[in-house]
């Protein structure tokens, strides 16, 4: 009894390619999460990031439209991954997490499924905006479009683990409603849109705490080399895991009510 037990626990608790293909398959359906986490920040740096000014004022190893370019693309990975965490809300609403807590599923493998899928969006959503830029203006060095773009893309791990947890906080019928707001919030509070010094030291302290500030910093330091590089890293860090756990913890707290 006990050998069979054992052959039918589910290898790394339940984590598997063919449940994140499943899951990525459905995401994408979605035409609401297509617009939102793929084209809008595409749109919004040929908005804002593509005119005369930009192109031709230089900025680190390149130029404004550049530097704008990597913002845009760490905002539409914020989009993506807590786009991609949050679908747990409407998980939540069919009644799937008490279902879970029937199965062998460990609650770590499904919270790794549900990052990898959102970390899938949000390296889809990083290479739309790159593409656009690279026949709009942008001019990086070579190694920072690689790095400036990985870089924009790992980080955005916060907020796999953000949008999973706010899934688990929020109702499902308007999670993102909500979210999306919050998030052009805190890009602006943590320099995204314009450079924290802008307005003034008190600004610039208040935004090294919160959880947008790392994740820019990190992401056009290949291009700028500019800024403290270990308060931005601290920062991504320490957000990813009160994120992470915060998420564990609500998802225990669903499957317990059967």
Request: with cysteine; hydrophobic share 55%; charged share 10%.
């Amino acid at each position: 009894m006990t050998t069979v037990a054992a052959r039918n626990l589910p290898r790394f608790g339940g984590f598997n390619l063919g449940m994140i293909r499943l899951e990525l398959r459905r995401m994408m359906r979605n035409r609401r999460t297509v617009v939102f986490t793929l084209i809008m920040p595409a749109v919004f740096f040929l908005l804002f990031g593509t005119n005369a000014s930009n192109r031709s004022e230089r900025i680190g190893g390149g130029n404004v439209t550049g530097y704008i370019l990597v913002s845009m693309a760490v905002y539409g990975a914020m989009l993506a991954t807590t786009s991609g965490g949050a679908m747990v809300s409407i998980e939540r609403a069919a009644g799937w997490s008490r279902q879970l807590r029937l199965t062998p599923l460990k609650p770590v493998a499904y919270i790794a499924v549900k990052l990898v899928l959102a970390m899938i969006i949000g390296f889809v959503s990083v290479a739309v905006a790159f593409a656009v830029g690279a026949v709009s203006g942008a001019q990086l060095p070579a190694h920072a479009w690689i790095l400036c773009g990985l870089l924009a893309w790992v980080c955005a791990l916060v907020f796999a683990a953000f949008g999973l947890f706010m899934g688990y906080l929020l109702p499902s019928e308007n999670v993102m409603q909500i979210l999306g707001p919050v998030l052009a919030v805190l890009s602006f509070a943590g320099g995204l849109f314009a450079p924290v010094d802008t307005f003034g030291h008190t600004f610039a302290t208040i935004a090294k705490f919160t959880p947008v500030y790392g994740v820019g910093e990190i992401a056009r330091y290949p291009l700028v080399h500019d800024g403290t590089l270990w308060i931005a890293v601290l920062n991504v860090v320490v957000w990813t895991a009160l994120f992470s756990a915060g998420a564990m913890w609500r998802f225990r707290r669903d499957t317990a009510r059967v």
